[in-house]
C-alpha cells in the first residue's frame, strides 16, 4: 500500500557506477523491509538486494556482491542502490519493493508494494 518511485536509472560504460534511489509514501517507512530486484527482456524478474527495517542487515544475490551496495535513510523515506563496477549483463528495468515483514525474502511474490521502475543500460 506504500507508493514507491524509482530514479536515477540511465546509460552508463561498463566499469561505470550509478546510484538509484526510491522514495516512498507515507508515514511507515520504517516498518518495511525495502528490496531492490530486476527485470532483462526475455528474463524472469530477480533478486537484486534487501535491507532490513533499520539498515542492520543487507542480502545480495552472489552476482552482485562486492559491486553494489543497498542502504536505506528512514528520515528521508529512501532507499538506495549503489552500482559499481557495472557490467552489460547488469542491463535492466530496476525496480524497489516494500515487504512488511520482519522476515526478509527473495521471492518477487512476497512483497507488497512496487515501484514503477527505472531503466539502467549498461555498454560495452
Known amino acids: 500500500q506504500v507508493q514507491l518511485v524509482e530514479s536515477g536509472g540511465g546509460l552508463v560504460q561498463a566499469g561505470g557506477s550509478q546510484r538509484l534511489s526510491c522514495v516512498a509514501s507515507?508515514?511507515?517507512?520504517?516498518?518495511?523491509?525495502m528490496g531492490w530486484f530486476r527485470q532483462a527482456p526475455g528474463k524472469e524478474r530477480e533478486f537484486v538486494a534487501a535491507?532490513?527495517?533499520?539498515?542492520?542487515?543487507?542480502y545480495y544475490r552472489d552476482s552482485v556482491k562486492g559491486r553494489f551496495t543497498i542502504s536505506r535513510d528512514n528520515a528521508k523515506n529512501t532507499v538506495y542502490l549503489q552500482m559499481n563496477s557495472l557490467k552489460p549483463e547488469d542491463s535492466a528495468v530496476y525496480y524497489c519493493?516494500?515487504?512488511?515483514?520482519?522476515?526478509?525474502?527473495?521471492?518477487?511474490?512476497?512483497?507488497?508494494?512496487w515501484g514503477q521502475g527505472t531503466q539502467v543500460t549498461v555498454s560495452s
Open positions: 535491507i532490513t527495517r533499520y539498515g542492520g542487515s543487507t
Open positions: 519493493a516494500a515487504d512488511n515483514s520482519r522476515v526478509v525474502r527473495t521471492a518477487s511474490d512476497a512483497y507488497d508494494s
Open positions: 507515507g508515514r511507515t517507512f520504517s516498518s518495511y523491509t
